[in-house]
């Protein structure tokens, strides 16, 4: 089992708001990081750390942290947005050197 | 724009090891301070995170698969490889290359391969 848990599927109507979360021990001293992936194509981040957002995502694109919650929430899903959604950070163990953990997996249906 | 592409054998047969290269084009494997890491994927599941390296030299694994994987890196090449031993069936899977940032508190891949699919086959 991950240590980042995320539901396996979540769906949204087209234009809502929808919000994937992603658990773990270490999001409670860690920021998640978010990548989305289509079908046949390699992962692409879509917010790192508090709420940052690389060149070229869209700002309907956000994220957000409580306790030991990460969340990413697309505000106005399109349907463009329907994908998997990973969410990442370190291991719990504290220890030295870190490595690096993904949860596994919400697949986001758009109605 | 820094771009990575993954190279190396389609077919590996058990117990041998798996082999692949990543090639970095559009800036220098050694400029920043980013680390290169290697995440795999099985057909219709998650993402596993193989281990990482920074051009020092200096490496991290993931702890399920330390004993088996060896990353390096050519910077003269531009380019870092991963090697994985003793491989079965449950080692298929497409193999992604990966620029990671390493923030204080954030861990971040902001660059990616397009993959390559590598099966464990006799």
């Known amino acids: 089992s991950s240590e980042l848990t995320q539901d396996p599927a979540v769906s949204v109507a087209l234009g809502q708001t929808v919000r994937i979360t992603c658990q773990g021990d270490?999001?409670?001293?860690?920021?998640a990081s978010w990548y989305q992936q289509k079908p046949g194509q390699a992962p692409v981040l879509v917010i790192y750390g508090k709420n940052n957002r690389p060149s070229g995502i869209p700002d309907r694109f956000s994220g957000s942290s409580s306790g030991n919650t990460a969340s990413l929430t697309i505000t106005g899903a399109q349907a463009e947005d329907e994908a998997d959604y990973y969410c990442n950070s370190r291991d719990s163990s504290g220890n030295h050197p870190p490595y690096v953990v993904f949860g596994g997996g919400t697949k986001l249906t758009v109605l | 724009q820094v771009q990575l592409q993954e190279s190396g054998p389609g077919l590996v047969k058990p117990s041998q090891t798996l082999s692949l290269t990543c090639t970095v084009s559009g800036g220098s494997i050694s400029s920043g301070s980013y680390y290169w890491s290697w995440i795999r994927q099985p057909a219709g599941k998650g993402l596993e995170w193989i281990g990482r390296i920074y051009t020092s030299g200096s490496t991290n694994y993931n702890p399920s698969l330390k004993s088996r994987v060896t990353i390096s890196v050519d910077t003269s090449k531009n380019q870092f490889s991963l090697k994985l031993s003793s491989v079965t069936a449950a080692d298929t899977a497409v193999y992604y290359c990966?620029?990671?940032?390493?923030?204080?508190?954030?861990?971040?891949?902001?660059?990616w391969g397009k993959g390559t699919t590598v099966t464990v086959s006799s």
């Open positions: 270490s999001l409670r001293s860690y920021y």
């Open positions: 990966a620029r990671e940032r390493v923030a204080t508190i954030i861990y971040y891949m902001d660059v």
